[in-house]
């Protein structure tokens, strides 16, 4: 499956934004998501995932203030962002997972594609 992360943008801290990631194919909804981000300078890690059941997991650092939800009809993930703050400023990046299992190591996962620029200015 082939995903396009979108939806970035500069905002100010307390800010919101909402990323999409959008796939190709018909059976979209057999797959998981899993958002990444990578930040100036740091490794990439996890965000967030949605199983195919709609059920969210969030890294600690966003849990409370990003959601994970998906519309199987448009093929696309969502990651709503509030209360954001500066040290959410990074590229990020989604992935598809074919099957209930899903790691929060990004070198599971290859094919990153060019991901989304948050930029969240204090």
């Known amino acids: 499956v082939q995903l396009q992360a979108s939806g970035g943008g500069l905002v100010q801290a307390g800010g919101s934004l909402r990323l999409s990631c959008v796939a190709s194919?018909?059976?979209?909804?057999?797959?998981?998501l899993v958002w990444f981000r990578q930040a100036p300078g740091k490794e990439r890690e996890f965000v967030a995932h949605?199983?195919?059941?709609?059920?969210?997991s969030y890294s600690e650092a966003v849990k409370g203030r990003f959601t994970a939800s998906r519309d199987n009809a448009k093929n696309t993930v969502y990651l709503q962002m509030n209360s954001l703050k500066p040290e959410d400023t990074a590229v990020y990046y989604c992935q598809a997972v074919d099957s209930g299992v899903y790691s929060t190591d990004p070198s599971w996962y290859h094919n990153w594609g060019q991901g989304t620029q948050v930029t969240v200015s204090s």
């Open positions: 949605i199983s195919r059941s709609s059920i969210g």
């Open positions: 194919g018909r059976t979209f909804s057999r797959y998981g």
